[in-house]
């Protein structure tokens, strides 16, 4: 008997199970015996079933428990024979499969290289493959007539060569029609139904052809995706680009949107856009059109137009990931004109690309749209022009929010008498407090009330320190309370330590306030020290150890001879400027041998002093 793992001569095993099975069903019967096994039928049944261990009669068995032990021992024995021959049968024919994708790919171009690399890639396409193999070798092998397969010798039956099977896959992919595009698809990371559909997309074109894809492909991924990991900060901008959208989005938006939602809806989200490995497969997807456009003709004087209205050859990808696009507009009839729209804020030469890497969606047309409303709005608002320009050039986010959304903004800061030439200051310092939800913004407010400041105060802070109200409570603003209060700061200080020094909200406590604290306390003062100066005068955390700090505290000991104490009683001192202030007025006072207070010495104004102190009229040059 001729026979393999997985047929018997060209017969597939499942078909002739099903065959044998049909002819014995009335012996199944409790009322007949099972044939003589050597009958051809039994024969061939015997070479895809081997014989049960137990045979009945009348619910009674007629075999010892020895030899069932033993003929179950036989069975798994086979069975696990037969897994192993199939197994290596799979094997071999998966590695004939690959070859013969492999020179598949050859023939249309590829480098040994290249389609050695893609054969190794596509398993789902060389699944496919190989299926489609196998189902042909079946449908083929029952054209013929079942009954003469039944009535021969299973023993004398010959397997009929219809060509290899390395032959039968090479002739299948070619016979797909993509010209090895779809393999090559896949293994870029696509799926198997995505790479089908863009493989046909693809195919289409006739110029379109595996070499010049592959090379294409090559050439976007070291634009686009140089750098394999940008610490998340492209997928962070995504992220408040989609957060503070709230105007109906053209047709190149709404990719643009779809493509982020795929991937964000990956592990990792937004933080995976800038990773070439995981985002160049949907930025595929979503723009297919990428991999039609002419590299030479289209893509290489896009990245070249992009250099020379500023934008550095490492940020293109910042644009392109952010607006795909981009890559379909011309250059003279699409983005030209929208840029020079931006000359009414005062956008001009390279200005345009660092406006560009901030906010690429400004090319939109639903954004272009917005940015004349948004003008008008201002305008209504008698807000000085040159704040305006100055606030869109600097956040550009603002075109991407509805006017009514400004509007009530607008309104909030009106209720503080924040309005004209005042609003202009506020959205030139913070225009990204334009974004606020109305009732985040009250909160603050509210928040500063508690603190015991007073509305016109309030005032006095969003137009100093806009920046407050855009945080967080409880993730900033009582932080630094928390902060003042470990220093001894109570709470009856907190509203004259606030409307001194606001931005003390804004100091980050860890990077900032702690470090200047625990200078101050490493050179002798005490945290009851630190405290008392905080209070009397607030920006004292503000300054910078090696700019401020160090030098004033080092001319204060070594040059000056004064004890900490002084500095303790009067922290405003560090106010001052050491070379123009500090510095001119102990050389006069050593000069005359006049020893005073820090206050005394820096508390009044040149005349004053001048005046005071021998009528001296110019300040004495320190020495050299």
Known sequence: MCSTGNSIGAIPITNVRNRINSILRPYKSPAYRFPPKNSIYMRAYYAIRPPSPIETKDNKTHLNSDRISFCHSSFRCCSNNHNLEVEMEEEEEEEEARNAVREYLEEYGASSEESMQISSNC?????????????????????????????????????????????????????????????????????????????????????????????????????????SDDNGIIGKNAGRMMMHLSISADEDLQQTLSFFEKIQARRGGLNLLGCGNASFRYLIESFPRLLLLPLESHMKPMMNFLEDIGVPRGCTKNIVLLFPPILFYNIDKDIKPRLLAFEKVGIQDNDFGKMLIKYPWILSTSILENYQKVLDLFDEEKVPKSCSSHAIRNWPHLLGCSVNNLKMMVNQFGELGIRSNKLGKVIVTSPQLLHCRPPEFLQVVSFLKDLGLEEEAISRILLRCPEIFATSIDRTLKKKLEFLSSIGVSRTHLPRVIRKYPELFVCDVNRALLPRMKYLMKIGLSRRDIGFMVRRFSPLLGYSIDEVLRPKLEFLTKTMKKPLSDVVDYPRYFSYSLEKKIKPRFWLLKSINMECSLKEMLGKNDEEFAADYMGVEQMVVPPS
């Open 123 to 227: 398993p789902k396409y060389l699944k496919m493959l190989i299926d489609s193999v196998r189902d042909l070798d079946e449908w083929n092998s029952w054209t013929a007539d079942s009954s003469e397969i039944i009535a021969s010798d299973v023993d004398s039956c010959a397997t009929p060569q219809l060509g290899s099977f390395k032959k039968k896959v090479y002739e299948m992919a070619k016979g797909k029609g993509d010209r090895g595009i779809l393999p090559f698809l896949e293994s870029l990371g696509l799926s198997l139904s995505s790479a089908t559909y863009l493989a046909g997309y693809l195919s289409s074109s006739h110029s379109q052809t595996l070499p010049l894809l592959i090379h294409k492909v090559k050439y976007v991924k070291e634009i686009f995706f140089s750098d």
